[in-house]
């Protein structure tokens, strides 16, 4: 039997350590371990990655850059409420993307303040604070926005074997919910 293509197992190792990290946390998952998931040596697996952190980083700098574009896209529209739609909406795709990588970052606290990673968190944890600051509303909805945000994460995380499709209705429907003024229209609804 032939070994498998070098991209082959690059993918590999990248899906079995999302998946270890899942079940046993990052600290708590060793290369060797990722290895014997994949069925590869050690060595194998340290042609692509030399330690847990450069798998860490390859993990999720793609999915950073995702999270980047999304609020890239808030951030170009014009109107508040049309920029909190546009992240609310985009956040939630986001996360029923990368469902597993939420759990991680969920169940495991040393990933999100890893030195690697952590200011990259703290600058997108700025923008999307940039996206929901509104001043000129009152404290309700900008505590319900922040509520919103956070509820999305921990509804992706706790939720894992909904489907995608009934998760995101559901909670696009809550997002609306949650934001929408006693009697009156949605906040973070509107036209572009």
Known sequence: MAAPAPEDTYDKVLGAAVELFAEQGFAGTSLQAIADRVGVTKAALYYHFRTKDELLDALLRPALNELDRVLDAAERRKGQAVRQRVLFEGYVDFLLRHRTLAVV??????????PAIRPRLESI????????????????????????????????????????????????????????????????????
């Not at 999305?152 to 489907?163: E, N, W």
């Open 125 to 192: 944890t700025v923008r999307v604070r940039g996206i929901l600051d509104d001043s000129e509303r009152p404290v309700e909805f900008r505590v319900a926005s922040t509520v919103a945000m956070g509820g999305i994460y921990s509804a992706v995380a706790v939720f894992p074997h909904l489907p995608d499709d009934e998760l995101r209705s559901v909670l696009l429907d809550i997002v609306r919910r949650l934001l929408t003024p006693r009697g009156g229209r949605a906040a973070a609804s509107g036209a572009d």
């Open 105 to 114: 970052l969920d169940r495991d606290v040393s990933v999100g303040s890893h």
